[in-house]
């Protein structure tokens, strides 16, 4: 089945809106999903959804792309991705380890070339053209001389002119097209004597989550709901830093130590800094900072760092390795009235925290006090 038959068929487009959407991209020689896309009648990740149900293979969404840890990227070189339209995602979970990778076309893509690349085995992900050009610009700098179509933030995407029929009124609920599991496309594997029987074929097997690329992927409401679920301290300092990264990029779970005046580093996240390094740090809750601010005052801080406290803050970055921040949000988490976690994250330069992050702040950390209270009323086991 075709895409535009299938988003017909799904009820998300109309036969008149796959009809000038296909003009459009013979005119621009561009896919179809990409002139979608560009005329405003589709979104990305809906267009992954299909994309992934038509190829059988998982869908690689905005939110999967947003923060590629460097260290994997280098497993492809510019020249191989660009050409091949291809982008490494992270690992997955499994022994051994197999790379993830979003392509934009599975079924044309030489597999072996990429294990040889990469020198791994691999997993695939199914991207839309116009995010793994979107990727290719950002992670490697590439050009494709043979796009001719914009970049598209959906910010700005361009107004279809009267002549084109209008999108779809879009339902409330988030349109999800089923991905049957299959198994993966072929990919290099060990040459078998031709007289011995063909090995059995491996199970359906769908995308796992690397920790750098798929597993943090947590919005406010998902980390509240697991908040809920959780039944250890562990879990909680998890989420907690699951969220960090997946809201901002990057962020540190401190643990409060009254007696020593200290925030003590637990879980973080930040790209080329290692959980044992974040374990290494030490703020003082003495002299003033933004830190301090939050622990005495109970309150979430956003906003350009204080001057206050900027020789204390300066050893807090340079632990994370990362430049003074523009932006920065720090949140108290407290269980009854004491203060037993500051959770810290910034944003680069030239970015900025959305408006309801102090809104989410406070529903994250109100959830986080409930499970810590609901973990000290469990009854003990007996050993």
Request: contains cysteine; charged residues 25%.
């Amino acid at each position: 089945m075709l895409l535009g038959e299938m988003l017909v068929r799904e009820g998300i487009l109309t036969v008149i809106q796959v009809e000038t959407a296909l003009r459009r991209g013979e005119q621009q020689k561009v896919r179809l999903g990409t002139a979608l896309v560009e005329l405003g009648y589709l979104d990305i990740d809906t267009l992954a959804r299909a994309l992934s149900s038509l190829h059988r293979v998982p869908a690689v969404l905005t939110k999967h792309v947003a923060h590629i840890d460097p260290k994997v990227l280098v497993l492809f070189p510019p020249k191989v991705a660009n050409q091949r339209w291809v982008i490494p995602l992270g690992w997955t979970q499994t022994k051994p380890a197999r790379l993830v990778v979003a392509m934009r076309d599975p079924s044309a893509t030489p597999m072996d070339e990429l294990v040889v690349a990469a020198g791994a085995r691999i997993d695939v992900g199914v991207a839309p053209e116009i995010l793994i050009r979107r990727c290719l610009a950002r992670y490697y700098g590439g050009s494709r001389t043979d796009m001719k179509f914009i970049d598209v933030d959906p910010a700005k995407l361009r107004k279809p002119d009267s002549s084109e029929p209008p999108a779809p009124a879009r339902a409330k609920r988030e349109i999800i097209l089923s991905v049957p599991p299959l198994p993966m496309p072929p990919m290099l594997e060990e040459v078998e004597p031709e007289l011995e029987p063909e090995p059995e074929p491996e199970p359906p097997r769908m995308l796992t989550a690397p920790p750098s690329a798929l597993v943090p992927v947590l919005g406010t409401d998902e980390a509240v709901e697991a908040l809920r679920a959780c039944t250890t301290s562990d879990e909680i300092g998890n989420i907690l830093a699951t969220w960090l990264q997946s809201a901002y990029g990057l962020g540190v779970v401190l643990v409060v130590k009254d007696g020593l005046g200290m925030a003590v580093g637990w879980r973080g996240y930040v790209s080329g800094v290692d959980n044992a390094a974040i374990e290494t740090i030490a703020m003082p809750l003495g002299p003033a900072s933004m830190l301090t601010s939050a622990y005495e005052g109970k309150t979430s801080f956003r906003g350009p760092p204080p001057e206050k406290g900027a020789a204390v803050h300066r050893r807090l970055w340079t632990t994370l390795g990362c430049r003074d921040p523009e932006e920065v949000l720090v949140i108290p988490i407290l269980l009854k009235d004491r203060v037993v976690n500051i959770l810290y994250s910034h944003v680069a330069e030239g970015g900025h925290l959305e408006e309801t992050a102090l809104e989410d702040a406070a529903r994250v950390a109100a959830a986080a006090s409930t499970a810590y209270a609901r973990l000290l009323r469990k009854p003990k086991t007996a050993e």
